[in-house]
């Protein structure tokens, strides 16, 4: 029994983000590039970008990302487990992030479509982001955007 005890102190801790809230993140991006019906290869980029930049990723962590969000999507009936999984998981700062990765990708083509633009205002709200900070999320993005170039 002692050796046990010694053994769970000498064990590190997870990781604070397992995989199921990053699958939960993917998820929802991938859904979201494919609210207007169209989902390029730019999209795609923007997804990978914002992945790998939020949970300091590897390409080949990525793409195993992607293939399992990609898989859970064709199946997606409702966001709820998704959105649930995020609201315990994250804290407010880390919900805020995501409702800027969300834009990040709805802008990536260069358009907001309604159904994004909706899918962004239904997942803040599902998530107890604020609309007040959903709209500075988007206005940080915008000026992020312009800074570039695009």
């Given at each position: 029994?002692?050796?046990?005890?010694?053994?769970?102190?000498?064990?590190?801790?997870?990781?604070?983000?397992?995989?199921?809230?990053?699958?939960?993140?993917?998820?929802?991006?991938?859904?979201?590039?494919?609210?207007?019906?169209?989902?390029?290869?730019?999209?795609?980029?923007?997804?990978?970008?914002?992945?790998?930049?939020?949970?300091?990723?590897?390409?080949?962590?990525?793409?195993?990302?992607?293939?399992?969000?990609?898989?859970?999507?064709?199946?997606?009936?409702?966001?709820?487990?998704?959105?649930?999984?995020?609201s315990r998981e994250m804290s407010p700062?880390?919900?805020?992030?995501?409702?800027?990765?969300?834009?990040?990708?709805?802008?990536?083509?260069?358009?907001?479509?309604?159904?994004?633009?909706?899918?962004?205002?239904?997942?803040?709200?599902?998530?107890?982001?604020?609309d007040r900070d959903r709209v500075l999320?988007?206005q940080r993005v915008l000026g992020r955007?312009?800074?570039?170039?695009?």
């Amino acid at each position: 029994m002692f050796a046990a005890l010694i053994q769970m102190f000498n064990t590190p801790e997870p990781p604070l983000r397992g995989p199921h809230t990053k699958l939960s993140v993917a998820v929802l991006l991938l859904e979201a590039a494919r609210q207007d019906d169209h989902f390029d290869p730019v999209e795609r980029a923007a997804i990978e970008k914002v992945l790998i930049r939020r949970f300091s990723l590897t390409q080949p962590e990525v793409a195993r990302l992607m293939a399992a969000g990609e898989a859970r999507v064709a199946r997606l009936v409702q966001l709820q487990g998704h959105t649930s999984e995020i609201s315990r998981e994250m804290s407010p700062e880390e919900r805020i992030n995501l409702i800027e990765m969300l834009w990040e990708v709805v802008y990536a083509d260069g358009v907001l479509d309604p159904e994004e633009d909706h899918m962004v205002r239904r997942v803040a709200g599902l998530i107890y982001v604020t609309d007040r900070d959903r709209v500075l999320a988007r206005q940080r993005v915008l000026g992020r955007i312009k800074q570039e170039g695009h």
